[in-house]
């Protein structure tokens, strides 16, 4: 891998991830762009505990543009893009118009091809490998900020998630806090911890799904399975068989396994619900350790926190979607309508030959 950062027109930073190492990159973004201006603001709400960003700003941002405006292909003669170069393998840039900046922590936007009609599934695994390490790069990198406490790397795909832009992307948020799922996961794996006398709460889960129902592939490095509380129709969660607490832990061996089982994943996702159906909506979100201090979970340690990937999607069923409604939006309780046994029978059955 060859990593060239350079900087935009408005002094945001781009950063090219390139198969070749003879690759050359100096192009210039010749865009009248002024300085970019954000007015993110997090705010701690007293009651739930938890943190709210504020960002007005955001109103602005480019919302649907025609394949041939998108921002996110390459720079092509007079046609002016976010990435100045003519082709790309993956290139990551800071977000225009970002959810969290400055003191209150970054965005960044992370393309995984040039090519605006293909998703992440399309690529080969010499491609997937290379957004996972500028997926462990960017970790690296963002976790050195002072401001920054956890790193979360993410794809939203589908109009029906809310993506805005058609091009396959993703995202990572550099927070300056402890996100509130990742706190519900350290208080719970501190009372296993505490209860059992130093078991970890996360080895113990793997193990109990990798013994039952609900494994949808394994490899030697690698389980995906339907978790036993599943909150969304159809949800996977896929593990390395070694506990690490975060992407830059991940050894060669998982490293090198991985894109083949990812693709495989995705690629059953775009088959649950069949021929003729259109591509299946899904987020895909990595969880990792917090880089901050962790004296609110007595007893535990960054290297207690099991590196994951949680990939699920709203579709329950073909042309229907699962919406958060009140017992979901207003009291945190979800009602999934799949299964879990079920919806990993389904994603065994949608194995490809």
Request: hydrophobic share 35%.
């Amino acid at each position: 891998m060859k990593k060239t950062s350079t900087q935009l027109a408005d002094g945001r930073e781009l950063v090219y991830y390139d198969l070749r190492d003879d690759t050359v990159r100096d192009a210039v973004d010749q865009r009248p762009l002024d300085r970019t201006v954000t007015t993110s603001e997090v705010r701690r709400d007293e009651l739930l505990g938890d943190s709210v960003a504020i960002a007005s700003h955001r109103q602005g941002r480019t919302y649907h543009p025609p394949a041939d405006e998108c921002p996110l292909c390459p720079s092509d003669g007079e046609r002016l893009s976010e990435i100045p170069d003519s082709s790309y393998d993956v290139v990551v840039f800071q977000n225009r118009f970002p959810s969290l900046a400055g003191d209150s922590g970054r965005c960044e936007v992370v393309c995984f091809t040039s090519d605006h009609n293909a998703a992440f599934a399309d690529l080969t695994e010499e491609q997937a490998r290379l957004v996972l390490d500028a997926w462990t790069d960017r970790t690296s990198e963002l976790s050195s900020l002072p401001s920054v406490q956890q790193v979360f790397c993410f794809e939203n795909r589908g109009a029906e998630i809310g993506v805005t832009l058609g091009h396959p992307h993703g995202q990572i948020y550099a927070y300056p806090f402890t996100t509130p799922r990742t706190a519900l996961m350290l208080r719970s794996v501190a009372a296993h911890k505490d209860a059992t006398g130093g078991e970890n709460l996360f080895d113990a889960v793997l193990e109990r799904e990798l013994e039952g129902e609900r494994v949808v592939l394994e490899s030697e490095h690698w389980v995906a399975f339907v978790p036993y509380a599943a909150h969304w129709p159809y949800e996977v969660h896929l593990y390395p068989k070694h506990r690490v607490p975060d992407l830059l832990a991940l050894d060669e061996e998982a490293r090198s396994e991985f894109p083949k089982v990812y693709l495989e994943l995705l690629r059953r996702f775009d088959r649950i619900f069949g021929e003729g159906e259109p591509p299946t909506p899904y987020i895909a979100a990595w969880h990792q350790a917090p880089f901050g201090q962790l004296e609110d979970f007595e007893g535990v340690v960054r290297d207690d926190f099991a590196l994951h990937l949680e990939l699920f999607t709203i579709r329950r069923t073909s042309g229907k979607l699962k919406f958060l409604a009140g017992s979901e939006s207003g009291m945190n309780v979800f009602i999934n309508d799949v299964p879990p046994e079920r919806a990993a029978e389904r994603l065994r059955e949608v194995a490809s030959s």
